[in-house]
């Protein structure tokens, strides 16, 4: 399918293709006359630019998803549920047109690139077993010929604002409990990366899911303040770094809505001096250089309990050393093991940090800083690079990176590492590694982290369970999918009966009801 064929601008200040919005079933040109470039990382070219809604096109948008909601909402279970199937089917058989298009404007390798499908798809899996859990519960006669029960109903308008490192397993985690369970989306992807946002808009389509159910606005700021301050949009799922998070937290909540926004992450590893150090350190590089380090559960530091130290970044830096960096969708056939970084600044943002760390007394054991792949001059690549001896008051430990960049810190024992992932801002993910189960289990007792790895180093949890961290990982009070994902779509109404006869109508009582 063509994204952009019928989406030329006027507001082109270029010839590459315009990228414009999905509202009421269609591609709609964006006439805001302003534009944001869309990268190839990999080549460092505009390939497309994408169009930033004004005001207009904002309120266009969310009127047009009400019309869908109220239709939508209307629709049968098992119409529902049938549109839920074929859009699974769909995605399930086209997924490989969806994986380019991830890899094209992301960066990441092709595997990579379906391995996010693939974790989304879970999501639209679960999605389709929705009738199951929104049917409430019914008491018979709670007290003499009265039943108490109760609806879950649709919240109607829903915003979804996605960022670029997950262009489609991000909404995924979204969008399908919320249309299973009768609302309309409005989604606004990262404008670094929104084509597949598109693409997912026309499979809806293709599913039959009517006009309006499903918009794309496409956009900045603006587009996000549009949603947040409209009285139609009834809540927001955000997933980005953690100052914005804190700001769609506030300012939704301030205009009453629901919110579950997902911040940014420092994920450590903790390696117990029983481990297997070759295990931990297939990991370790996997965990930590995988999509190229933007994934929010990466993992950023090893604590590496002496003294395991010498023997493991030895063991790391031999295997960064086998690693293949390039051109994510490959080249003569051959895919790397690593793409490109998601822009230049985004690049010179994480050399950055190595500067930092390495002016604050760590030590660069491999150096990314100044990578160039051959053929590939203006990519925006990052070599994979491993820090030792970290100190934990430099910026470079305490902030996120969102790189190719590991960092080791060496700790004197399972305390001290417990304390160092304790004291951080962030709660997001975290991983033990250690052939002790004692150990194991008290680090997810008193680990203050949302989800927590025993010897597996990405611990994102399976579509029936929840997805989300603490502290300064995750503003609200509901995370991502599984149950808590149908309990943030729905609004329970709690209904208590009585059909009235003579017999049971008990006259004038002003007092209180009881049972
Ligand atoms: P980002 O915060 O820059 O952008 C996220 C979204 O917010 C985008 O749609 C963007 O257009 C919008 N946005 C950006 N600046 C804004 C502003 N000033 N006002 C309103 N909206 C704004 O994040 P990103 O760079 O796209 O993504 C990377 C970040 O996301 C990392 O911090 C990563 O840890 C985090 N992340 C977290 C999770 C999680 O589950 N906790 C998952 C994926 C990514």
Redesign the pocket.
Known sequence: MSLTETASSPAATTDVPQLGHWIDGALRASTSGRTAPVFNPATGAVQAEVGLADQAEIDEAIASAQRGFEAWSGYSIAKRQGVLFAFRELLNSRKGELAEIITREHGKVLSDAMGEILRGQEVVELATGFPHLIKGAFSENASNGIDVYSLKQPLGVVGV??????PAM?PMWFFPIAIAAGNAVVL?????DPSAALWLAELWKEAGLPDGVFTVLQ???L???GLLTSPVVQSIS????????Q??YETASKHGKRVQA????KNHMLVLPDADLDLVADQAVNAGYGAAG????AISVVLAVEPVADELIEKITERIGRLRIGNGAGTDGVEPDMGPL?TDV?RDKVSSYVDIAEADGARVVVDGRGYTVDGHDDGFFFGPTLLDQVPTTSRAYTE?I?GPVLSVVRVASYDEGLDLINSGQFG?GTAIFTNDGGAARRFQNEVQVGMIGINVPIPVPVAYHS???WKQ??FGDAK?YGVHGFDFFTREKAVTSRWLDPATHGGINLGFPQN
């Open positions: 604002i996605s960022p670029f490192n997950f991000v606004k992807p990262s404008e670094k956009g900045d700021k587009a996000v303040d955000f997933v980005g770094s953690t100052p914005i998070a700001y769609i997902l911040g940014g992450a933007e994934r929010c559960m998601i985004h996120e969102f997001n997805f989300g961290g990982s995750l991502a």
